[in-house]
């Protein structure tokens, strides 16, 4: 179909902005197909009438250029039609919440169902602590994430809130079940610093998205991500209420054949390290997945570090290898395009093209011969 004779006959996308008098004889195709198509003509246009090159390549290799910086554009851009989403859509599973609400009192049971999260915090705790101190030029000693607004998405019973809020941190903790709320608030009261840097929420992240925009340094999201039914639609939420240049702490499990043998048949139904049902497999997310959807919403994914699990010992440790649990941090982008609509870009450039044709009549009789 893309043949040479094809090709010369058809007036494609590339000659049809440079058609006579400077007009599109053609209407705008797929960004994709616009730009194989530039470059196959741009090759038979060289090798055909060398001449256009020698004379008017700078014009070439503008227009070339140009047409793959819309790819550049579209890859790390946000559409302006998406808005920020509100309470009518949510990415809570109402399964889940059932499961978490059976468990809401066992939060702070060290030797319980939650005793590997307990243990978990020696690692996230530091890891998240030690990246957010490369962003301050100055901290107190004792408080060294004070002045930092930090959310803790997915908070449960507190077990992450409380020692982020320990470190000198301003931390929101939300979470959809009503019961792990109580639970979180119940404990903090025993403490009358946390009490004053400590707030929890019943809520899940899309309600308080139009009124937190951009509003934290940091937001963390510990054993969450696959839990959600929509984590597109989540991560977008988490992006959305970062300041630029914030922080976002992921801590989850692989989409591995080890992560379903270990993770769901030996975790859960043989070893019960964790009850039956906690995990569904077909959730997990995969490294490469997750920095591909947290990149598409101005995202830098910094880091990604395995960690491994001893259920014997009851401590964590850090690992090369990410096939089962891995945390990652990501940053949000400090300089923010201007939103643009693909057929804004495309117009625009598009006249760009047309004017600087009209300027050089020479191209359009080589064009035309």
Same mark, same amino acid.
């Given at each position: =179909?893309? %043949?040479?004779?094809?090709? %010369? ?7 049809s *902005?440079? +058609?006579? +008098? ?10 994709i ?8 003509q741009?090759s ?15 014009? @070439?290799?503008?227009?070339?250029? =140009? ?23 949510? #990415?809570v ?18 030797? $319980? ?6 243990? =978990? ?23 060294p994430?004070?002045?930092m ?6 908070? $449960? ?41 400590? !707030?929890?929420?019943?809520?899940s ?18 054993? *969450?991500? !696959? ?49 039956? %049902?906690?995990?569904? @497999? ?8 997750l ?26 440790? @850090? ?8 945390v990652?941090?990501a940053?949000?982008s ?5 939103? =643009? ?8 450039? #598009?006249? !760009?093209?047309?004017? #600087? ?7 359009? !009789?080589?064009?035309?011969?």
């Open positions: =179909m893309w %043949g040479g004779r094809k090709l %010369g006959s058809s007036g494609g996308w590339f000659l *902005v440079l +058609g006579p +008098g400077g007009r599109s004889t053609q209407a705008a195709r797929p960004l197909s616009s730009a194989v198509y530039a470059k196959n741009l038979w246009t060289l090798q055909s009438k060398p001449e256009v090159f020698n004379e008017y390549r700078t014009m @070439w290799f503008k227009s070339y250029r =140009m047409t793959f910086s819309y790819l550049n554009r579209i890859k790390n851009f946000r559409y302006p039609w998406v808005k920020l989403y509100s309470t009518s859509q949510t #990415t599973d109402s399964a889940e919440v059932k499961t978490f609400v059976a468990l809401a009192h066992k939060w702070w049971d060290e030797q $319980g169902v939650y005793g590997p999260l307990h243990s =978990m915090n020696d690692l996230r705790v530091p890891f998240i602590r030690d990246h957010l101190l490369k962003t301050i030029p100055n901290h107190q000693p004792g408080k994430l004070s002045g607004k930090i959310l803790d998405v997915g908070c $449960g019973g507190g077990l992450l809130t409380e020692p982020l809020g320990r470190l000198g941190a301003s931390v929101i903790g939300i979470d959809p079940v009503d019961e792990n709320i109580k639970t979180a608030q119940c404990h903090k009261s025993f403490d009358p610093v946390l009490d004053k840097r400590i !707030e929890y929420r019943v809520c992240l899309e309600e308080i998205v139009e009124e937190t925009a951009e509003t934290f340094d940091a937001v963390v999201a510990s054993e *969450v991500v !696959e839990h959600v039914i929509d984590i597109e639609t989540f991560l977008q939420c988490c992006c959305q209420v970062l300041k630029p240049g914030g922080s976002l702490f992921i801590t989850t499990i692989n989409k591995t054949q080890l992560s379903y043998a270990l993770g769901i048949v030996f975790s859960e139904q043989i070893a019960g390290i964790v009850p039956k %049902g906690t995990h569904t @497999w077909e959730k997990f997310v995969s490294p490469e997945t920095e591909s959807i947290l990149e598409s919403n101005g995202l830098s994914v910094q880091t990604v570090v395995g960690m491994l699990y001893n259920p014997f010992s009851g401590y964590w440790h @850090w690992s090369e290898n990410t096939s089962l649990n891995y990652a941090h940053v949000k400090r300089v923010q395009e201007h939103p =643009m609509s693909a057929e804004f870009v495309l117009k625009r450039e #598009t006249e !760009e093209l047309q004017a #600087t044709a009209c300027t050089n009549p020479a191209v359009h !009789e080589e064009l035309k011969k």
